[in-house]
């Protein structure tokens, strides 16, 4: 039967309008089913990390908020903060979207809030006024320094409004230069800094050609260094060594782990090896050329370690301890180990250096640790069979792992 123009389009407004109100239920039907399985008891909302209490911000400035929650037992649960029922006290201050993410209008208080499967959260107040940046505030942070030992430093700006906020951008300098060394915070406007050479040291926080500086003292409690010794490593492999600090504190030493602070360098063998002196590798050796090298980790002029590492020839194959068919049981534990050479040698071993997975995607099989402690563990969960890989420094080796 056909359908005369005017009852198409009556049926087709009516679906439009039922597929709209279907979409308008939605997050109605599935928040409260979230806000029960994640037992909700308490919602808050969340600055930027950054964030200056009481926050002000710049009309036209974005600010993503987030959500944070608690759950029956008083623990805290993540909870998204996308797609969620945002709201602010008054729309002709400030607008708010469905993500959290905060927009002012014109300059004026305004309270944030929001709402998950009928747990709201208590408002945020938000002043929204327009200020430019006056002056650097005060540098937060310890005013002593253990040399080494990074501490963390920040300060935030002062506005024209009276204001103090989080700055988007600051540079960081020392003088004397070579008496510290710092990186950028995980925060806009923080640093961690180590000092090196002990006396007074001048930190300063620069931000649109505005500075704030402060004098703080670095003492002399770092007795000495010291590094492993009796190390090898293969000259396609690497080693992540560490630096330990012995330090006189109150009558006592203590020993604390200064390994991302020193600089690293290599004093002989720079063929055989080199040495990362950057943010994320610092001490971490690679092997080139079979051999020897000495590496030194230094704290300033005055305090330093050397070691020297043997350098093996290129590792080309991994073996097995006890061959790689593997018979289990479901519910069998059982701890896989490999070295390097041609056939299995226990000073060899690099089974906790090597990167551990079942190969496929169905690991229902048997599951294999990747964790430190517990590297090529195998727990065998169901029958059936499986490979295992280990690979270390590129070079990779199958187990057969039969479950029955």
């Given at each position: ?99 959290g993410v ?153 020993i604390k ?42 704290c300033g ?104």
């Amino acid at each position: 039967m056909k359908l005369s123009p005017v009852l198409r389009f009556s049926v087709l407004a009516f679906c439009t309008l039922l597929l709209s109100a279907c979409e308008g239920d939605a997050r109605d039907l599935t928040e409260p089913v979230e806000a029960g399985r994640l037992n909700i008891s308490s919602l808050q909302i969340v600055p930027p990390s950054a964030a200056i209490i009481p926050l002000t911000v710049n009309p036209d400035k974005a600010t993503a908020f987030t959500l944070a929650g608690i759950n029956a037992s008083g623990q805290d649960i993540v909870i998204d903060a996308a797609n969620r029922r945002w709201s602010v006290s008054n729309a002709n201050i400030a607008a708010v979207n469905e993500n959290g993410v905060f927009t002012g209008l014109q300059e004026g208080e305004v309270d944030v809030y929001a709402l998950v499967g009928g747990v709201s959260a208590p408002p945020f107040t938000v002043d929204v006024s327009f200020g430019i940046l006056s002056d650097i505030g005060d540098i937060e942070g310890n005013m002593a320094l253990q040399p080494c030992l990074a501490q963390t430093y920040s300060t935030s700006g002062v506005f024209s409004d009276g204001s103090r906020r989080a700055l988007d951008s600051v540079s960081w300098s020392v003088e004397p230069q070579e008496s510290g060394t710092f990186e950028v915070g995980t925060e806009s406007g923080s640093i961690h800094l180590s000092g090196t050479t002990s006396g007074p040291i001048t930190l300063t926080a620069t931000s649109n050609n505005l500075s704030g500086s402060r004098v703080l003292n670095i003492d002399n409690t770092l007795e000495a260094i010291s590094l492993p010794d009796g190390l090898s490593l293969a000259a396609n492999a690497t080693l992540q060594l560490a630096a330990q600090g012995s330090y006189s504190a109150s009558g006592e030493n203590e020993i604390k782990n200064i390994t991302d602070a020193v600089a690293w360098s290599i004093t002989q063998g720079e063929n055989q090896a080199n040495v990362g002196n950057t943010a994320g590798s610092k001490g971490l050796v690679s092997g080139m050329a079979e051999g020897s090298a000495e590496v030194q980790a230094n704290c300033g002029p005055d305090v330093s370690a050397r070691t020297t590492l043997t350098i093996t020839p290129a590792v080309t194959q991994l073996v097995a301890d006890g061959g790689t068919d593997v018979n289990l049981s479901v519910g069998q534990l059982e701890p896989l180990r490999i070295s390097t050479g041609s056939i299995y040698d226990r000073n060899m071993d690099v089974t906790r250096l090597a990167t551990w997975d079942v190969v496929g995607v169905d690991d229902s099989v048997v599951s294999v640790s990747d964790a430190s402690d517990t590297k090529g563990e195998v727990m065998a969960l169901a029958r059936g069979e499986v490979i295992v890989r280990a690979t270390y420094n590129s070079v990779s080796i199958n187990f057969t792992v039969d479950v029955n």
